[in-house]
């Protein structure tokens, strides 16, 4: 597995040398080198590389949000090229940031077969969106994009009712960096059966990997980069907890020191960049 020099920045305060707020738009807009990337909360993931921007299940404005995001729509807008999504609940394809990219932006969206109804309903426009199935593979400005199945999870660890077998997961080379982005679901072959993964998005909650099959993909994979979501954004409720709460301290501490070494726990609005 190639190794990479990793600076990690951690962008708590925001503040520069002269006591302003430091945005996190201007933060995108000056990385320059390598590939930067933040986190927006939840499942919400910003990469940069060159000059291309891309997101990850944006979801910004929401009614549960613990605390306000650290970037607005009409902000990212400005910046985004891609927007993909791995299925249609709105703490994943959120209806109001894609109004505001639609309306604002020229970014495409890439969304799931079982998407295709929710994003006609949106009126994105057809030059900009493609709609792909599980295990597609396919070019974007320059990324490599394999998509893998995705099966969605509930309450006590069972299969989600409703599941749809067309929502996605994705694989991503970005420059020669590979990104997974499971989605929301439970752990899978399609997961197991890759071969090389330099960054690991990952979620331990109840309705998805939880703990243990998260060491188990982990353990696999043997990411350079470890990063859990889907966790200390929303609040947790009774009725949210199987989705809301996250439990990521639980699976660092099954890990070998090697692995721990690799594992990041960012708070919203943390940068991490890939030199």
């Known amino acids: 597995m190639k190794l990479f020099l990793l600076t990690f920045v951690l962008v708590l305060t925001s503040k520069n040398i002269y006591g302003q707020e430091t945005s996190l738009l201007s933060q995108i807009k000056s990385h320059q080198s390598g590939i930067g990337l933040w986190w927006a909360g939840h499942n919400s993931w910003i990469i940069k590389s060159g000059d291309l921007v891309i997101s990850t299940d944006l979801v910004l404005e929401y009614d549960l949000r613990i605390h306000p995001p650290k970037i607005t729509g009409e902000e990212l807008a400005e910046i985004l090229d891609i927007s993909f999504v ?8 959120n209806r109001a940031i894609t109004k505001t990219l639609i309306e604002k932006s020229n970014c495409h969206f890439v969304v799931p077969e079982s998407c ?16 792909v199935s599980p295990r597609d593979s396919f070019n ?13 999870g509930n ?9 749809n077998l067309q929502d ?15 989605g929301d679901s439970y752990l899978l072959e399609d997961h197991l059966f ?9 979620s331990p909650t109840e309705h ?8 188990i993909l982990i353990n696999r994979l043997q990411p350079e980069y470890i990063l859990p979501q889907h966790h200390s954004t929303m609040k947790v ?4 907890r199987f989705w809301a709460k996250g439990y990521p301290d639980e699976v660092k501490i099954r890990l070998s020191q090697p692995l721990k070494d690799r594992y990041y726990i960012l708070k919203e609005g943390d940068k991490l960049e890939i030199r």
Do not use: W
């Open 168 to 182: 996605c997961g994705y694989v991503l080379d970005i420059d020669g960096t590979t990104f997974l982005q499971p």
């Open 237 to 240: 409720t009774d009725e949210t």
């Open 155 to 163: 309450a006590d660890f069972a299969i989600y009712y409703d599941a």
């Open 86 to 93: 791995t299925h249609g609940h709105g703490d994943h394809f």
């Open 194 to 202: 890759l071969n090389h993964v330099d960054v690991l998005f990952f």
């Open 140 to 152: 974007i400005m320059g990324i490599q994009v394999r998509t893998l199945r995705a099966i969605h």
């Open 116 to 131: 295709r109804a929710i994003a006609e309903n949106l009126k994105i426009p057809h030059d900009r969106l493609s709609v």
């Open 208 to 215: 998805n990997m939880y703990i243990d099959r998260s060491v």
